[in-house]
């Protein structure tokens, strides 16, 4: 479960602090997806580096499963955000020099062994349909794969969130439909709670939770 409250972010800048988010709550129960809009610059990146434990806030409180991650310390911290939380973002951020199974399996060479990874990367890359692309390096991809390479390296944690930042910003309409539908597929079938900011409409009509944000903060659309 995430939980959010009173979420507040401003950044300081020479003129005094620019308030980015405020008053900001959002509740998602695991199998939940939302999706948020809103105008460039409104703080969607933003919200979504604070939901994933990678910027803190500048007031409130993040919960996910009961844990606010900003009160761990650090070595605590890296590991929540490498196995509470998966990230897709606008660029896929592959790894050039690795195969396609390697780049999925990175987030399981750090922290406890994980011995069952492989067998889970192959079943990924086989939903997101590339099981016949193991060995291929990212430079060998379409647009659309190197985006559900990145989708399966998300999920290899089997991570109780999913954040997603324009997913299918750089994919054409098909190719964005492909990713969007397997995105989803994923996420109920791994149960995350799953935040994707988007303007693709095909993926934005899947998200039974639909979210502007205006005025720093969430409104239900
Ligand atoms: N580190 C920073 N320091 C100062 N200002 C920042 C910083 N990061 C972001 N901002 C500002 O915060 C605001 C929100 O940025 P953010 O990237 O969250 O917007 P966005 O809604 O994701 O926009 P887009 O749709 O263009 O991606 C912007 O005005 C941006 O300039
Ligand atoms: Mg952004």
């Not at 999920?155 to 439909?177: Q, V």
């Amino acid at each position: 479960m995430l939980e959010v409250t009173h979420l507040a972010k401003s950044y300081p800048t020479p003129r005094g602090p620019l308030d980015i988010l405020s008053g900001l709550s959002l509740s998602l129960r695991p199998g939940e997806a939302a999706s948020i809009v809103g105008p460039s610059g409104s703080g969607k990146s933003t919200l979504l580096y604070i939901l994933g434990a990678l910027e803190p806030p500048t007031s409130g409180t993040v919960t996910l499963d009961g844990v606010d991650p900003f009160t761990l310390p650090p070595t605590e911290l890296a590991a929540f955000r490498n196995r509470r939380v998966g990230f897709v973002f606008q660029d896929h951020l592959l790894l050039p020099q690795c195969t396609v199974l390697e780049n999925v399996l990175i987030p399981t060479l750090v922290g406890d062994s994980d011995a069952d990874a492989p067998a889970r990367a192959r079943d990924l890359l086989e939903r997101v349909g590339l099981a016949d692309r193991l060995d291929h390096r990212p430079a060998e991809l379409s647009g659309g794969e190197r985006q559900r390479v990145a989708l399966a390296r998300a999920l290899i944690r089997r991570p109780p969130l999913l954040l997603c930042d324009e997913p299918t910003g750089n994919l054409d309409h098909a190719a964005g439909d492909v990713v969007a539908t397997m995105l989803f597929d994923l996420h109920q079938r791994q149960e995350t709670v799953l935040v994707v900011v988007t303007h693709n409409t095909g993926l934005a009509a899947k998200c039974p939770i639909r979210f502007e944000l205006v005025g720093q903060r969430l409104e239900r659309a």
